[in-house]
């Protein structure tokens, strides 16, 4: 069973176009994130909910929205997609939402190209 | 702010060499760190990590890691290389503190093992 799965794997858009990133974990965890990595292979974290509840958000455009349905799922929505937005974004969850010594499990990303 | 740094873009060793990966950290408080290995077009797999319960820490597939207060490292290290660890390796640091679970990456040593 997959612990942390995103969906599409693979999305290929044009600019200016409105795209969402699902993810699902089924680990029971409270919390879950998402991370973007650049090509560059940098990852930095964008955001993070704990129950539903947004707890990190951390200076990214409000082009990029979040949404928490449930604990089990986070979904990333994109508006007016950039050329900059082009990177491979991950899911992560976590048991708990604050201490820092939880590990954090990753879903396969969704590589996000914009043309 | 709490951060790591990478000693080392590329490494590249010979199967069955001494695998030695460099990640010092820079915290204010008691930091807990991780490494993460990402597997070509995969999403990130904890390795191993610290959270101040023993200062050498064994990880999956032989690797280990020793955390030295005094060289602020905490260095990945194996024995003996194989060519299924070639991949990115990811050194990340979290906060003990309030305000979520933030992983923060270092920027990634690629490992390459030849024969």
């Known amino acids: 069973d997959t612990a942390v799965s995103q969906t599409p794997k693979y999305l290929v858009t044009q600019m200016g176009n409105d795209k969402s990133i699902k993810c699902e974990q089924n680990l029971g965890h409270d919390t879950m994130y998402w991370y973007k990595q650049d090509s560059k292979k940098f990852l930095k974290i964008m955001f993070s909910y704990n129950n539903k509840e947004l707890i990190i958000n951390e200076t990214v455009p409000n082009r990029f929205s979040p949404k928490s349905p449930d604990k089990a799922h986070l979904n990333l929505h994109i508006n007016s997609l950039e050329l900059g937005d082009s990177a491979v974004y991950f899911c992560?969850?976590?048991?708990?939402?604050?201490?820092?010594?939880?590990?954090?499990?990753f879903g396969p990303g969704t590589r996000l190209t914009v043309l | 702010a709490q951060s790591v740094t990478q000693l080392g873009s590329h490494v590249s060793v010979s199967e069955g060499a001494l695998v030695l990966l460099r990640c010092n950290y820079s915290?204010?408080?008691?930091?807990?760190l991780f490494w993460y290995v990402q597997y070509p077009n995969q999403g990130l797999q904890l390795l191993l990590k610290y959270t101040s319960a023993a200062t050498l820490v064994k990880g999956i597939n032989g690797f280990e890691a020793e955390f030295k207060k005094s060289e602020t490292s905490f260095h990945l290290t194996k024995p003996s290389a194989h060519m299924s660890d070639a991949a990115e390796y990811f050194c990340a640091v979290s906060g003990a503190t309030g305000g979520g679970n933030k992983l923060t990456f270092g920027t990634g040593t690629q490992l390459k093992v030849e024969l």
């Open positions: 915290s204010s408080v008691p930091p807990y």
């Open positions: 992560a969850s976590s048991q708990v939402a604050s201490g820092g010594a939880d590990t954090q499990y």
